[in-house]
């Protein structure tokens, strides 16, 4: 009787055991997994584009041969997307993101008839916010407009560049993820600045969103032998194209591509981390690439 009561406490005891175990080990991957959110959002930027739209009516001078304007009308808006802090170096913080929410000036024909057209001209001028909150035309948490942009629009890929004072905090991602350690069926966590407009389109507010899914597939589904995407399975909102997509340690896949619906909807497609890593490289940014990303105090991740 002895024996079964010992038998029996020693049981219980080793099962208890065995559940504060796993019960430790599940904090440690709570803990591990909360600290790889703080970071993946410590180095994600809001990105505000200040867009200036022209309307402009011109007439065709047969004697001076060119198009003279009869009027003009302007009009402001604002809209956002998401970056992430790839390095620093000599002063300079350098910022990845998607291309399309970088524009810059364009101009386009709208109407012609005769001797009269209607001509659009739309400049874009970029400022970084590394911070929520508030954004209308005085905008918060501002950290400057780039001194260099570099975008591919083809491949939606984009680097930039801001001056930023010694004193400031720079918070960078520290780990590229390579191609052989992507797979399908891979956890991502992704972040972003979701734009949630207001009644006053020049009045915003801005909130950090942090989204959870995994890699589907390699590529993009439609075209074969891709590096350019990766197909994956992950919740967006409008104002976080350009987000990074990392992995449960922390290292980038990719960026969000694009993100335009207001309200929480599935993507299929990141910018996989090859095409971008072929980007930087190509652009003489291999440093980044190498890890040599700074020269000064920063925060890294």
């Given at each position: 009787m002895k024996k079964i009561i010992l038998a029996t406490a020693?049981?219980?005891c080793s099962s208890f055991q065995e559940s504060r175990a796993t019960a430790l080990e599940s904090l440690i991957v709570q803990s591990s997994e909360q600290e790889t959110i703080k970071k993946l959002t410590g180095m994600t930027y809001c990105v505000i584009n200040k867009e200036v739209v022209h309307t402009i009516l011109e007439e065709y001078s047969e004697e001076e041969k060119i198009w003279k304007e009869l009027a003009r009308l302007s009009e402001e808006n604002l809209y956002q997307g998401s970056a992430v802090g790839l390095a620093y170096k000599d002063g300079e913080l350098y910022l990845l993101s998607a291309a399309h929410i970088f524009f810059g000036t364009r101009e386009e024909v709208i109407a012609e008839s005769?001797?009269?057209?209607?001509?659009?001209?739309?400049?874009?001028y970029p400022q970084l916010l590394d911070k929520a909150g508030y954004y209308s035309d005085e905008l918060?948490?501002?950290k400057g407009k780039p001194l260099e942009v570099l975008?591919?629009?083809d491949?939606?890929?984009a680097l930039f560049k801001l001056a930023v004072a010694e004193s400031e905090q720079h918070?960078?991602?520290e780990f590229f993820a390579n191609k052989d350690e992507i797979y399908a069926g891979q956890p991502i966590i992704g972040a972003g600045y979701r734009v949630m407009p207001d009644f006053d389109k020049l009045k915003r507010r801005l909130l950090l969103d942090v989204t959870r899914g995994y890699v589907r597939s390699l590529g993009d589904p439609n075209i074969s032998s891709d590096d350019n995407y990766l197909d994956v399975?992950?919740?967006e909102v409008q104002g976080m194209s350009g987000g990074p997509v990392i992995t449960?340690?922390?290292?980038?896949?990719?960026?969000?591509?694009?993100?335009?619906?207001?309200?929480?909807?599935?993507?299929s497609l990141l910018l996989h981390i090859e095409g971008i890593k072929k980007f930087l490289d190509e652009n003489d940014y291999s440093w980044i690439i190498n890890n040599e990303k700074t020269t000064k105090s920063h925060n890294s991740y």
């Amino acid at each position: 009787m002895k024996k079964i009561i010992l038998a029996t406490a020693l049981a219980v005891c080793s099962s208890f055991q065995e559940s504060r175990a796993t019960a430790l080990e599940s904090l440690i991957v709570q803990s591990s997994e909360q600290e790889t959110i703080k970071k993946l959002t410590g180095m994600t930027y809001c990105v505000i584009n200040k867009e200036v739209v022209h309307t402009i009516l011109e007439e065709y001078s047969e004697e001076e041969k060119i198009w003279k304007e009869l009027a003009r009308l302007s009009e402001e808006n604002l809209y956002q997307g998401s970056a992430v802090g790839l390095a620093y170096k000599d002063g300079e913080l350098y910022l990845l993101s998607a291309a399309h929410i970088f524009f810059g000036t364009r101009e386009e024909v709208i109407a012609e008839s005769g001797k009269k057209r209607y001509r659009k001209e739309v400049e874009i001028y970029p400022q970084l916010l590394d911070k929520a909150g508030y954004y209308s035309d005085e905008l918060v948490g501002v950290k400057g407009k780039p001194l260099e942009v570099l975008a591919h629009d083809d491949k939606d890929h984009a680097l930039f560049k801001l001056a930023v004072a010694e004193s400031e905090q720079h918070n960078i991602l520290e780990f590229f993820a390579n191609k052989d350690e992507i797979y399908a069926g891979q956890p991502i966590i992704g972040a972003g600045y979701r734009v949630m407009p207001d009644f006053d389109k020049l009045k915003r507010r801005l909130l950090l969103d942090v989204t959870r899914g995994y890699v589907r597939s390699l590529g993009d589904p439609n075209i074969s032998s891709d590096d350019n995407y990766l197909d994956v399975d992950l919740t967006e909102v409008q104002g976080m194209s350009g987000g990074p997509v990392i992995t449960a340690d922390g290292k980038l896949v990719g960026l969000i591509s694009v993100a335009v619906m207001t309200l929480p909807t599935k993507t299929s497609l990141l910018l996989h981390i090859e095409g971008i890593k072929k980007f930087l490289d190509e652009n003489d940014y291999s440093w980044i690439i190498n890890n040599e990303k700074t020269t000064k105090s920063h925060n890294s991740y």
